[in-house]
């Protein structure tokens, strides 16, 4: 026994001694994995357990208004709320449920209207059932219907014991509905539109941070308003859209699209000085026979403008100094073949031997394209480049993203034909967009500054202007004097002798030129169920232009399809309601109406004293041989004297302040033809007076 004693002890001693060796290295590997957390790994277990229990959730920024120019509001974000529920059994008591949920059911269907009391019952019970955290109750409900649902039973214990749960979004309302609505745009993900998406950068803002922690419930409850990063709402735009004038333009394009069962048309009103979009308008034709805004063509569509392209060509040819006004050209029977193909005018048997201004007013394909190819059939690249320089190949970089890029071909072209001339003289192969189209003949009425199209004018924050835009020009004379002063009398000829003479009875003088394009189908052109683009593109009042506009209609398929017919008329109607409901420029056309200078009177001397005797003046006399003698009154502050003109007969009479009829009679008298613009008496001449007199000369005389 004595001897097995020892042996007994050792094993214990052993047995001790491992236990002591495993629990020394336990601990020591417990104590280096202390230090390693404490030292090594702590500040990211630190931050992992942080991230469990506290985060950041954004803190959306308001985004900006978009007005009109008048203050209007055009676009603005409205706060709209989801509805969802937690049916689970640790947030909504058995108690409240079972003593509610028919209060509830019978509530939901009353408010919403879509299910009966018996649905919404079942419903309620079967998700409770199945414990559904976020059963979606309502959808974009405004505040006042939130405030009403979250009375109800059940909601009213609020989120943590009634299971009601608000989801707030904004949502962009556009308070003018249709109007403007493409150019006003939208932002959604990746897809910019309009306004909203060229100035989103600006609109949007900047979101804050708001620090929430995770308290017992798994509910998570914001630390301290110290801790927010607040937002930065975002600035307002101020458009240069006049929300009246808009409301007349789309209406007018609405009424007229639906009279001749067009696909789709546009309208832009420009203002001619700064180039600010006033007013435009896209609509396209539903499969009900409705219209609304899908796509902005004025911006975005290049077409085949046709005869509104006649004015670039005549303006390169005129600066040029290839032909006058004055030349003759042969149209023939309105026929004429280039190559294997025919080209024809619109007029039935043609107009024979015209001028070319003749050829510009009846908007003769054939006399335009000869005159054209005469021109320039040994270098056709002069006359691109012609183009070229009044820069109608380039794009004109407007915000609004979408700009339908110009196409105006080159000789290096490897389409480019023997037929090519010809057809882009009056065109075809090439391609532009209504504004582009609107740019250039705004162009003409600016005295030959391109200005670029405007949509917004400032920036503001908080009802403070931050930011201001400028006019832009963009090319500040596509063409010399002369020739500007040249293509305003052609459009101007075009409504009082051309084909929009049906634009010449409005009461202020209008310049344009009408297009009827024929549209290109599987490659070519074919008359037999041809589609046509009709439009109408100028300004007005031609004398003193404010505004420039563009109608198009593509597709007419009701009756008429000539662009005098079925676009001048959108044009005249826009026209007449600006100029009805624009009190300055009725004050500034009245004005130039009275305001001749310098003279008061020129007439005869007959006219001359019976004005006198009828306004009872005896202090002046007028002496002259004749009584059919002219003779002009002359003002001299208070008081007027009177005397009898001589006309170098080697020189330009001056006719200023005489009537038309007078004016006519002197100058032609002196063997010069006279072109008549405006109303009222003769403000201006073009050539001035005093200018030498040369065979077949024409004077053009500016009534005001």
Same mark, same amino acid.
């Given at each position: 026994?004595? +001897?097995?004693?020892?042996?007994?002890?050792?094993?214990?001693?052993?047995?001790?001694?491992?236990?002591?060796?495993?629990?020394?290295?336990?601990?020591?590997?417990?104590?280096?994995?202390?230090?390693?957390?404490?030292?090594?790994?702590?500040?990211?277990?630190?931050?992992?357990?942080?991230?469990?229990?506290?985060?950041?959730?954004?803190?959306?920024?308001?985004?900006?208004?978009?007005?009109?120019?008048?203050?209007?509001?055009?676009?603005?974000?409205?706060?709209?709320?989801?509805?969802?529920? /937690?049916?689970?059994?640790?947030?909504?008591?058995? *108690?409240?449920?079972?003593?509610?949920?028919?209060?509830? &059911?019978?509530?939901?269907?009353?408010?919403?209207?879509?299910?009966?009391?018996?649905?919404?019952?079942?419903?309620?019970?079967?998700?409770?059932?199945?414990?559904?955290?976020?059963?979606?109750?309502?959808?974009?409900?405004? =505040?006042?219907?939130?405030?009403?649902?979250?009375?109800?039973?059940?909601?009213?214990?609020?989120?943590?014991?009634? !299971?009601?749960?608000?989801?707030?979004?904004?949502?962009?309302?556009?308070?003018?509905?249709?109007?403007?609505?493409?150019?006003?745009?939208?932002?959604?993900?990746?897809?910019?539109?309009?306004?909203?998406?060229?100035?989103?950068?600006?609109?949007?803002?900047?979101? !804050?941070?708001?620090?929430?922690?995770?308290?017992?419930?798994?509910?998570?409850?914001?630390?301290?308003?110290?801790?927010?990063?607040?937002?930065?709402?975002?600035?307002?735009?101020?458009?240069?859209?006049?929300?009246?004038?808009?409301?007349?333009?789309?209406?007018?394009?609405?009424?007229?699209?639906?009279?001749?069962?067009?696909? *789709?048309?546009?309208?832009?009103?420009?203002?001619?000085?700064?180039?600010?979009?006033?007013?435009?308008?896209?609509?396209?034709?539903?499969?009900?026979?409705?219209?609304?805004?899908?796509?902005?063509?004025?911006?975005?569509?290049?077409?085949?403008?046709?005869?509104?392209?006649?004015?670039?060509?005549?303006?390169?040819?005129?600066? /040029?100094?290839?032909?006058?006004?004055?030349?003759?050209?042969?149209?023939?029977?309105?026929?004429?073949?280039?190559?294997?193909?025919?080209?024809?005018?619109? *007029?039935?048997?043609?107009?024979?031997?015209?001028?070319?201004? #003749?050829?510009?007013? =009846?908007?003769?394909?054939?006399?335009?394209?000869?005159?054209?190819?005469?021109?320039?059939?040994?270098?056709?690249?002069?006359?691109?480049?012609?183009? =070229?320089?009044?820069?109608?190949? +380039?794009?004109?970089?407007?915000?609004? +993203?979408?700009?339908?890029?110009?196409?105006?071909?080159?000789?290096?072209?490897?389409?480019?034909?023997?037929?090519?001339?010809?057809?882009?003289?009056?065109?075809?192969?090439?391609?532009?967009?209504?504004?582009?189209?609107?740019?250039?003949?705004?162009?003409?009425?600016?005295?030959?500054?391109?200005?670029?199209?405007?949509?917004?004018?400032?920036?503001?924050?908080?009802?403070?202007?931050?930011?201001?835009?400028?006019?832009?020009?963009?090319?500040? &004379?596509?063409?010399?004097?002369?020739?500007?002063?040249?293509?305003?009398?052609?459009?101007?000829?075009?409504?009082?002798?051309?084909?929009?003479?049906?634009?010449?009875?409005?009461?202020?003088?209008?310049?344009?030129?009408?297009?009827?394009?024929?549209?290109?189908?599987?490659?070519?052109?074919?008359?037999?169920?041809?589609?046509?683009?009709?439009?109408?593109?100028?300004?007005?009042?031609?004398?003193?232009? #404010?505004?420039?506009?563009?109608?198009?209609?593509?597709?007419?398929?009701?009756?008429?399809?000539?662009?005098?017919?079925?676009?001048?008329?959108?044009?005249?109607?826009?026209?007449?309601?600006?100029?009805?409901?624009?009190?300055?420029?009725?004050?500034?056309?009245?004005?130039?109406?009275?305001? @001749?200078?310098?003279?008061?009177?020129?007439?005869?001397?007959?006219?001359?004293?019976?004005?006198?005797?009828?306004?009872?003046?005896?202090?002046?006399?007028?002496?002259?041989?004749?009584?059919?003698?002219?003779?002009?009154?002359?003002?001299?502050? /208070?008081? @007027?004297?009177?005397?009898?003109?001589?006309?170098?007969?080697?020189?330009?009479?001056?006719?200023?302040?005489?009537?038309?009829?007078?004016?006519?009679?002197?100058?032609?008298?002196?063997?010069?033809? @006279?072109?008549?613009?405006?109303?009222?008496? @003769?403000?201006?001449?073009?050539?001035?007076?005093?200018?030498?007199?040369?065979?077949?000369?024409?004077? +053009?005389?500016?009534?005001?």
């Amino acid at each position: 026994m004595n +001897k097995q004693a020892p042996d007994s002890t050792k094993s214990v001693f052993r047995r001790a001694f491992l236990i002591y060796l495993l629990s020394g290295i336990f601990a020591v590997f417990i104590v280096a994995k202390i230090i390693r957390i404490q030292f090594v790994e702590g500040d990211e277990l630190r931050s992992e357990a942080l991230n469990l229990s506290v985060k950041y959730i954004d803190i959306k920024a308001r985004r900006g208004n978009i007005y009109a120019c008048d203050g209007s509001l055009l676009a603005t974000s409205v706060p709209r709320f989801d509805v969802h529920m /937690d049916l689970s059994r640790s947030t909504i008591s058995e *108690h409240l449920f079972a003593e509610n949920v028919d209060s509830l &059911a019978r509530c939901l269907s009353e408010f919403f209207d879509d299910h009966s009391y018996e649905e919404y019952l079942t419903r309620l019970k079967r998700e409770r059932e199945e414990e559904n955290l976020y059963l979606l109750i309502g959808r974009n409900m405004d =505040y006042f219907d939130l405030m009403e649902v979250r009375e109800f039973p059940i909601f009213n214990k609020g989120q943590y014991k009634g !299971g009601f749960i608000v989801e707030q979004k904004d949502r962009r309302e556009t308070p003018f509905n249709m109007l403007a609505r493409r150019t006003i745009g939208f932002v959604r993900e990746d897809y910019y539109v309009g306004i909203e998406g060229a100035y989103d950068s600006l609109l949007r803002g900047t979101d !804050g941070k708001r620090l929430m922690k995770r308290v017992s419930g798994n509910v998570w409850l914001p630390v301290d308003d110290q801790a927010d990063i607040r937002p930065e709402d975002g600035r307002d735009i101020v458009t240069t859209i006049d929300i009246h004038l808009q409301d007349v333009a789309e209406t007018a394009l609405y009424e007229h699209l639906q009279t001749h069962e067009a696909d *789709h048309g546009c309208v832009v009103l420009m203002e001619v000085n700064t180039g600010e979009i006033k007013a435009i308008a896209n609509l396209q034709r539903l499969e009900d026979g409705s219209y609304y805004e899908t796509y902005n063509y004025a911006i975005g569509e290049s077409f085949e403008p046709g005869s509104s392209f006649k004015l670039m060509s005549m303006i390169v040819g005129l600066e /040029d100094k290839k032909f006058s006004l004055d030349d003759m050209v042969a149209t023939g029977n309105g026929k004429i073949k280039y190559a294997n193909q025919t080209m024809s005018d619109s *007029h039935e048997g043609g107009f024979g031997t015209i001028t070319v201004r #003749q050829a510009f007013e =009846y908007s003769s394909n054939v006399g335009i394209s000869k005159i054209i190819l005469k021109a320039y059939g040994n270098n056709p690249a002069a006359f691109i480049k012609g183009l =070229y320089k009044m820069g109608i190949h +380039k794009p004109l970089g407007i915000e609004i +993203k979408g700009e339908g890029m110009p196409f105006i071909k080159s000789p290096d072209n490897n389409t480019w034909s023997q037929v090519t001339l010809p057809w882009m003289s009056i065109g075809y192969e090439l391609r532009l967009t209504p504004m582009q189209i609107l740019a250039f003949y705004n162009a003409v009425a600016n005295d030959g500054r391109l200005m670029k199209p405007m949509f917004v004018k400032e920036v503001q924050y908080a009802g403070q202007t931050v930011k201001t835009f400028e006019p832009v020009v963009l090319n500040p &004379a596509i063409a010399s004097k002369s020739t500007i002063e040249q293509a305003q009398s052609l459009l101007e000829g075009v409504v009082q002798r051309g084909t929009a003479k049906n634009l010449n009875k409005a009461i202020f003088p209008i310049a344009g030129k009408t297009a009827t394009a024929l549209i290109a189908k599987s490659g070519g052109y074919k008359i037999d169920g041809a589609d046509y683009n009709a439009s109408f593109v100028g300004y007005f009042p031609a004398n003193d232009p #404010q505004y420039s506009c563009i109608v198009v209609v593509n597709k007419p398929t009701k009756g008429k399809y000539y662009g005098g017919s079925v676009a001048a008329p959108v044009f005249l109607e826009i026209a007449e309601k600006v100029y009805a409901t624009n009190l300055e420029m009725r004050q500034r056309d009245t004005l130039s109406r009275i305001d @001749v200078k310098p003279a008061s009177i020129f007439s005869k001397a007959k006219v001359v004293t019976f004005l006198y005797r009828a306004l009872g003046i005896t202090d002046l006399s007028v002496n002259t041989e004749s009584e059919n003698d002219y003779v002009r009154i002359l003002q001299y502050g /208070d008081s @007027v004297a009177s005397g009898t003109p001589s006309f170098d007969g080697g020189r330009i009479p001056d006719v200023r302040g005489m009537t038309a009829p007078d004016a006519i009679v002197v100058l032609e008298s002196a063997g010069l033809e @006279v072109e008549i613009s405006g109303k009222g008496r @003769v403000s201006r001449m073009i050539p001035s007076q005093g200018t030498p007199v040369r065979n077949g000369m024409r004077v +053009k005389l500016i009534l005001r």
